[in-house]
């Protein structure tokens, strides 16, 4: 069916935009978009990186693949890169849904929300595979009539467990301990949990108007319509590694319908990692300008990690985080 996009001035007039809370990650972005032309880009330094917290997110985002939902408490590795942070409620399958869990770290004073890529054949042919349009789930639109469209698959994949994520980071920002309030929302993923990570991000804003949301996340592909990329302001970012394929689909145009990412691109176009921040959600001079790709780009590295299990949680370096 020929879906008609809304322009993206209706739809600033329906939400506002305006009134979501920057994160400093976001503020930061807004800062280095206002130094770059539309459709450009611009090499960040590695000051801006550790800004961007890309790193910690990368972390959490393996976390996932790892994590046993059925005995959400973990240690080794990572739990020695980020020692004050807890793992406070998981599910999934890891089956027909990805896992995911949602945890408090106390020094950031942050609630981690955090989703796992695809994980089996099963995953792929009932999330991944379904591309057409549908309207947004009534818990993303909050009761507003929302001119935007969602990726079938990925939207089915957050809304198995959408309402259990979004009761376990209610208890976290509910918490009566004034030694532990909830001071941002940070929301996460690799490839299909990065798609249902932008899900997510959004029910989180919807719900908690108050707190700044982030989402970063890796290797995601294109979740719905291009207007639905506004929704979320500055505080969105995703990287893509070299010629990674996965995050090119769906393509731009397809069967009379258009798609769009719904985060600012960073993208990492060499062996020797050169991280660029691309103006735009598409843009012809980043990643959406290959014509040749590598399906091993998928997984990484992502700023020292190799994304997925394998059978296996694989981390080729350690990481060191700032204290």
Known sequence: MLRLVTSLVAL?????????????????????????????????????????????????????????????????????????????????????APNWYVGYNGKTQAAVVSFEGTHSPQEWIVDDARWSLVTLDPRLSAGNNFPSYATHGFQFAWGVFADAVLKAVTALVNNPNPNAPVKK??????????????????????????????????????????????????????????????????????????????????????????????????????????HFFNPSDHNGPFYGLIMGDNGKCQWPQVVTLPQ
């Not at 935009?17 to 770059?36: F, K, M, R």
């Not at 959490?60 to 739990?79: Q, R």
């Not at 707190?211 to 979320?232: C, E, F, K, M, N």
Request: aromatic share 10%; hydrophobic share 40%; charged share 10%.
């Open 12 to 96: 600033s007039t329906s939400f506002a935009i305006a009134a979501v809370p920057p994160t400093p990650e976001g503020a930061l972005i807004t800062q280095l978009l206002s130094t770059i032309g539309s459709n450009s880009s611009q090499t960040l330094s590695d000051a801006s990186i550790a800004a961007l917290n890309l790193n910690e997110n990368a972390i959490y985002s393996e976390i996932a693949y790892c994590i046993d939902p059925n005995n959400p408490v973990w240690s080794g590795s990572l739990y020695n890169l980020i020692p004050n942070f807890s793992v406070t409620a998981a599910g999934g399958d890891n089956t027909n």
């Open 185 to 290: 929302i940070q929301v996460t993923g690799h490839s299909l949990g990065g798609a249902i990570a932008s899900f997510s991000a959004l029910q989180m804003l919807l719900n908690f108007p108050q707190i700044p949301v982030q989402l970063t996340t890796y290797a995601t592909p294109r979740i719905g319509s291009p207007d639905l990329a506004v929704w979320l302001g500055n505080n969105t970012i995703s990287t893509v590694n070299q010629r990674d394929p996965l995050v090119h689909a769906p393509p731009l145009d397809w069967f009379f319908s258009k798609y769009s990412h719904v985060s600012y691109e960073l993208w990492n176009f060499t062996n020797i990692p050169s991280t660029v921040l691309c103006n735009g959600f598409e843009n012809p001079s980043c990643s959406d300008s290959l």
